[in-house]
């Protein structure tokens, strides 16, 4: 750990720890106006970095089948719910169900699914029937190494799926803020890339500092004080080959100084709370990604900014009798890889719907389910489950600006302010940039700002 790091942590009030433990810390920046905002760091992930070894791995992912397992006991389908083990030895041919990790699917060419999946007691192929279309068609998103209830008839060493069921979140209490205050959430700005739109950004920044606008735009931006930057904030260096023809500031310190000169406009009333993307190269790709600082010193060191975990639960604007709101910040890194695998998700819109990706991760209880979508360290306790359910889910790296609801936790894709990239031409992504989901924190209805 830096100095500067050290440094930083406790100007954040954070005890700096080398220990491989995911923290949680309380933070609280309160500050003097009409609207006071009021930010929590609830939960960061911070992992040593130490020579990882397989086990790592195993003890990683039977932890995560540990968490999977409790949450779904709560669910009644799981009463009576048996082990491999137990279900194999046993020869019922009654209905059972078990609790198990999906370690393989393979498509028989009649359409029937032929499942591997385990627990800690061992390993048994399910059969789900292309006869079963409902079932069939709730397969379609199904992805490797998520934890489900199966429930079946077993038959020697099978078993015959009758009923799957994801371990999926309660619906969340709504909590309303007493006072009109609001939340806005983009992040990847890519500066340093020559597609870095500096007007629109520019005409949004003078928004949100009161410079522009009519009466009531002024009013709600002044009543704005909350600001989710998820990730990306400038296009970083070396993150595919011959990416330097298409930057404009070639140097990453370069590139976060030019970002910081906006955004040291923001009056300090406002609270600006930033993760890292898989584009700032200033921290390790693989997740959790730390707090920014070296290299980003000019913007972490600004008054009003909160570099946090990725990912990361923030709760803003608790006062009084009201618990404020949890903020679970993500920048997205496994999306697109969970688009390209997942049937279910691409025939839902894929890139167009990212809420419906958070859906879909939120009934995973968990951000990346599957190994290969990632680059995660193989931390005991997995940053990536969504142990905490959030009244806000906030993602970026699409590039598509989008608003949903899933049982009360608001889903919030931020969109970007870079232009259609050559590589995104080729793929076929169309981005939404200046496109800026705001959300009223009293009436938790959200709406999408434009700057042209
Ligand atoms: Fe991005
Ligand atoms: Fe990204």
């Known amino acids: 750990m830096t100095s500067n790091k050290v440094k930083e942590l406790i100007k954040k009030g954070i005890l700096p720890t080398s220990e491989n433990i995911d923290k949680e810390v309380v933070v609280v920046k309160s500050k003097n106006k009409d609207l006071k905002s009021n930010l929590k760091i609830i939960k960061e992930f911070n992992y040593k970095p130490k020579k990882v070894e397989p086990k790592n791995f195993t003890e990683h992912y039977r932890e995560r089948y540990k968490f999977m397992r409790n949450t779904l006991f709560s669910?009644?389908?799981?009463?009576?719910?048996?082990?491999?083990?137990?279900?194999?030895?046993?020869?019922?041919?009654?209905?059972?169900?078990?609790?198990?990790?999906?370690?393989?699917?393979?498509?028989?060419?009649?359409?029937?699914?032929?499942?591997?999946?385990?627990?800690?007691?061992?390993?048994?192929?399910?059969?789900?029937?292309?006869?079963?279309?409902?079932?069939?068609?709730?397969?379609?998103?199904?992805?490797?190494?998520?934890?489900?209830?199966?429930?079946g008839r077993p038959s020697k060493d099978i078993m015959f799926v009758s009923e799957i069921i994801w371990p999926d979140i309660p619906e969340t209490p709504i909590a309303k803020s007493p006072e009109e205050v609001y939340a806005i959430f983009s992040g990847d700005i890519h500066v340093g890339s020559n597609h870095f739109l500096p007007k629109q950004f520019k005409t949004f920044m003078d928004w949100f500092n009161g410079k522009v606008g009519n009466e009531r735009q002024r009013?709600?931006?002044?009543?704005?004080?909350?600001?989710?930057?998820?990730?990306?904030?400038?296009?970083?260096?070396?993150?595919?080959?011959?990416?330097?023809?298409?930057?404009?500031?070639?140097?990453?310190?370069?590139?976060?100084?030019?970002l910081a000169k906006y955004l040291k406009e923001i009056p300090d009333d406002k609270e600006v709370i930033i993760c890292p993307g898989n584009h700032d190269t200033c921290v390790r790709l693989e997740e959790p990604q730390p707090q920014m600082y070296e290299y980003a010193e000019a913007i972490a060191e600004l008054p009003n900014v909160t570099m946090v975990t990725n990912p990361s639960y923030t709760n803003i604007h608790a006062q009084d009798n009201y618990r404020g709101q949890d903020v679970l910040m993500y920048h997205g890194y496994s999306f697109d890889q969970l688009?390209?695998?997942?049937?279910?998700?691409?025939?839902?819109?894929?890139?167009?719907?990212?809420?419906e990706i958070h859906k879909f991760l939120l009934k995973r209880r968990h951000l990346s389910p599957t190994h290969n979508l990632n680059l995660t360290l193989p931390m005991k306790k997995d940053p990536h489950i969504i142990e905490k359910i959030p009244d806000i889910m906030v993602s970026g790296h699409i590039h598509k600006a989008r608003i949903g609801n899933y049982k009360n936790t608001i889903s919030i894709s931020g969109s970007c302010w870079q232009s259609t990239t050559a590589f995104q031409e080729k793929v076929g992504h169309k981005p939404d940039p200046g496109m800026i989901p705001i959300l009223n924190l009293q009436t938790r209805k959200a709406n999408m700002l434009s700057f042209k």
């Open 75 to 151: 669910r009644p389908e799981a009463a009576n719910s048996v082990s491999i083990e137990h279900l194999k030895s046993t020869y019922s041919r009654e209905e059972q169900s078990i609790i198990a990790m999906v370690s393989d699917v393979i498509r028989l060419p009649t359409g029937t699914l032929k499942l591997t999946v385990e627990d800690l007691t061992g390993e048994i192929d399910l059969i789900i029937s292309s006869k079963s279309e409902e079932l069939i068609e709730k397969a379609q998103f199904l992805t490797l190494d998520e934890t489900l209830i199966f429930k």
């Open 339 to 355: 688009i390209d695998q997942v049937d279910g998700l691409r025939l839902a819109g894929g890139y167009e719907k990212a809420e």
């Open 219 to 258: 009013e709600i931006a002044n009543k704005t004080k909350y600001f989710f930057i998820p990730g990306d904030l400038v296009d970083g260096v070396g993150i595919y080959p011959s990416q330097e023809k298409e930057l404009i500031i070639k140097d990453l310190r370069e590139q976060y100084n030019e």
